[in-house]
């Protein structure tokens, strides 16, 4: 069973940095079925406003969108040897403030759609101004 789990939330202030990190489990099960076959995602969800997209990286990381909110300092990337997801955020804005969860799936689409299978329960970041 594939299983995330998303560390690294913390509270910080306006304009520090902060990075996340999602390790995974079970993506692994055989020589061909590994976590880099496994197209990634991070997700954040604001009290009373509804999850949306921030970062996409796809298996061999030759692909990766941003949510216009996260272009230019935010940046998603991902270990294969060690089957975890980053998100480095920069440039911390109170408007930031959210629960963040990442996914896996092994469609980019549904990654970028928010389908994908597997979800972490989330790790909170919260920005003070």
């Known amino acids: 069973q594939v299983k995330l789990v998303e560390f690294g939330g913390r509270m910080v202030q306006a304009g520090d940095s902060l990075r996340l990190s999602c390790v995974t489990s079970g993506c692994t099960r055989s020589?061909?079925?590994?976590?880099?076959?496994?197209?990634l995602g991070w997700f954040r969800q604001a009290p009373g406003k509804p999850r949306e997209f921030v970062a996409a990286?796809?298996?061999?990381?030759?692909?990766?969108d941003y949510a216009d909110s996260a272009k230019g300092r935010f940046t998603i990337s991902r270990d294969n040897a060690k089957e975890t997801v980053f998100l480095q955020m920069n440039m911390l804005e109170p408007a930031d403030t959210a629960v963040y969860y990442c996914?896996?799936?092994?469609?980019?689409?549904?990654?970028?759609?928010?389908?994908?299978?597997?979800w972490g329960p989330g790790t909170q970041v919260t920005v003070s101004s």
């Open positions: 996914v896996a799936d092994r469609t980019y689409e549904s990654i970028v759609a928010g389908t994908g299978d597997y």
């Open positions: 990286i796809n298996w061999s990381s030759s692909r990766l």
């Open positions: 020589g061909y079925d590994t976590f880099s076959t496994y197209d």
